[in-house]
């Protein structure tokens, strides 16, 4: 059965990767592909890295017929996206790939958003979208909120451990690396090329970062009571990818025994062995996420470190994954490409 699809928001960095994996992908058909102020437009000129494909070209969301769509995939701005979904018929289920669904509670969307969520209805029948950790629940979902792309990079090497018990929650300080395309495709004095390259920038400093409600969430779940990590991330001259290295206190030994039994059966995540350091270069373009341990000089302290590619696993491959288990397709179906290299 070929599903049919429609991607909102297609003019940005996410819209073009799930464009990328869906093309191809043998159960699915782009039904509809939207942007806004782009509406009217072939996706060959705004994207022409894309011209090879047949794809309808871009409209307005009004314009979008949805008893012809199976699946929606929203990559709208954040606020955008609440007003949307909740306007779209019963019958189509969706992958958001905004930060509007991610929260489960709606007072700790406004604490850190700054605005009453828009849709409390629907946030309450959202489901995380971390899918190896909710993976049950996202079966079963009519609407599936993508994670962001730093926390996604953190939780994958923080949670197995802090759920085995092998680190302390109390001592987590988390460095991330992020490529600038995690910052979207909207023009940005702080983005172009002479303010950017030949720096690294770190942002959200102190505690501001809005991930980090993200990181309370779920990083309190697993460990059963409240964790407030320590995070800053850094932006990077790079187009794509993230590296996460976590500080923390714990056995080496313990904490990678912990990765690599609960990634075992995980078809994109790998642990590497014992005192190897993952690189982002070895995940870029693919769905992919490479972890490691290294024991540090002191006693009893040992840094995590796990890279993925922001636009990929991170964001778009995530949500094509998310959506082959809600529409009970093979959960790898479209995402087995291998990296970019070099």
Request: with cysteine.
């Amino acid at each position: 059965m070929t599903h049919r699809i429609a991607i909102l928001g297609a003019s940005g960095y996410t819209g073009a990767e799930l464009v990328r994996f869906l093309a191809t992908h043998p159960g699915y058909a782009i039904a509809a592909i939207t942007a806004d102020r782009k509406a009217g437009r072939p996706m060959a000129e705004v994207f022409p890295h894309l011209r090879h494909l047949d794809l309808p070209d871009l409209r307005r969301i009004e314009e979008v017929d949805f008893s012809l769509v199976d699946m929606c995939f929203c990559a709208l701005p954040h606020a955008t996206s609440q007003e949307v979904i909740r306007k779209l018929p019963e019958s189509v289920r969706v992958v958001d790939l905004s930060s509007d669904f991610r929260l489960r509670d709606v007072a700790s969307y406004e604490a850190w958003y700054g605005k009453p969520h828009a849709a409390p209805e629907l946030q309450a029948t959202a489901v995380y979208g971390l899918t190896e950790f909710y993976r049950d629940e996202i079966k079963d979902a009519r609407l599936v909120a993508g994670t962001g792309c730093n926390v996604a990079t953190g939780l994958y090497a923080l949670l197995p451990p802090l759920l085995d018990g092998a680190i302390d929650p109390d001592e987590i300080v988390l460095d991330l690396k992020c490529g600038v395309s995690g910052a979207g495709r909207a023009l940005k004095e702080s983005l172009l090329h002479a303010e950017l390259s030949e720096g690294w920038h770190p942002y959200g400093v102190g505690g501001t970062h809005r991930h980090l409600g993200e990181f309370d969430q779920e990083l309190s779940r697993a460990a059963g009571r409240p964790v407030e990590i320590q995070f800053t991330p850094t932006l990077i001259p790079a187009n794509r990818g993230i590296l996460a290295a976590a500080y923390v206190q714990g056995d080496a030994d313990a904490i990678h025994r912990s990765l690599a039994t609960r990634y075992a059966s995980e078809p994109f995540l790998h642990v590497l062995p014992m005192g190897a350091v993952p690189s982002t270069h070895h995940v870029r373009g693919s769905n992919l996420v490479h972890l490691g341990v290294v024991a540090e000089r002191r006693a009893g302290r040992a840094t995590i470190y796990a890279v993925l590619d922001n636009l990929a696993k991170g964001s778009s491959g995530q949500a094509v994954q998310n959506a082959n288990l809600m529409l009970d397709l093979p959960e790898t179906s479209g995402l087995t490409l291998a990296p970019v290299f070099p």
